[in-house]
């Protein structure tokens, strides 16, 4: 009898869980800090070129006023392993130029200007990224307006089943991203990801998202895309991870 009443609770839970409306919202605080890694890896052709990324940064929330943050980011660590067409550049920037080798002496010197550098993000707690901008500043610095962007939250509340779709152009490229909510628990809201990429590459996009109900907060990702270009299979797997410090 004990066991059919727990079961019986627990298909009542997760009914509850199912019916239930969540806002999606960035519920930053001022003084709140997080860390984030993201782990990248891509293969073209038959292993025509390859490239693992691995970056670890640091995020403080310095002041939100109404619907609107703002934040700090420094990197900690990055480090990048590349082969293309028989050349190997490997690159960490926790090691010193001693241990590096002469390619990754070339890419510390293009590297370090940004490692040096803070970065200052505003954004909405929609997850608009409003604007990015670094000090000292360093070349490349307006791709990370649509890197800091996680992501872009529905203004009405969400249950299991809701979708949104959210578009994103990048170097010739659309990335047409479906959201659908797969799942909704105490802690979490899952969503599952899905998409086309069109353009100059064409593919799909799929993986799933969890997002921490109290803080708004991204709190792992996970995305593959398997398209075409130029002629040539491009897949790309992205890994993020968020956590409150």
Sequence with gaps: MKKIVLGL?????????????????????????YSTKTKLSQVMGAGLMTNNMDIHMDYSITNVTGEVYESEAKFVKYVMDM???????????????????????????QMDPMLKSTLFIKGDKLGNIIETKAEPTFQGVENFTEQSSG???????VSVGYSWNVSKDKDGMNFNFTY????????????????????????????????????????KSSISMAMKIQGQDLTTNVEITQVKN
């Design 9 to 33: 609770l627990l298909v009542v839970t997760t009914i509850s869980f199912a019916q239930e409306k969540v806002l999606l919202r960035l519920n930053y605080k001022k003084g709140d800090s």
């Design 151 to 157: 992501v872009k939250y529905p203004k009405e509340a």
């Design 83 to 109: 082969s293309q067409g028989g050349m190997q550049v490997s690159y960490d920037s926790t090691k010193s130029e001693e241990e590096l080798d002469a390619a990754g002496k070339m890419m510390k010197t």
């Design 180 to 219: 659908k909510v797969k799942e909704i628990t105490a802690k979490n809201v899952v969503l599952d990801v899905s998409g086309k990429v069109s353009g100059i590459a064409e593919g799909d996009i799929k993986g799933e998202v969890n997002i921490d109900r109290e803080s708004g907060l991204s709190s």
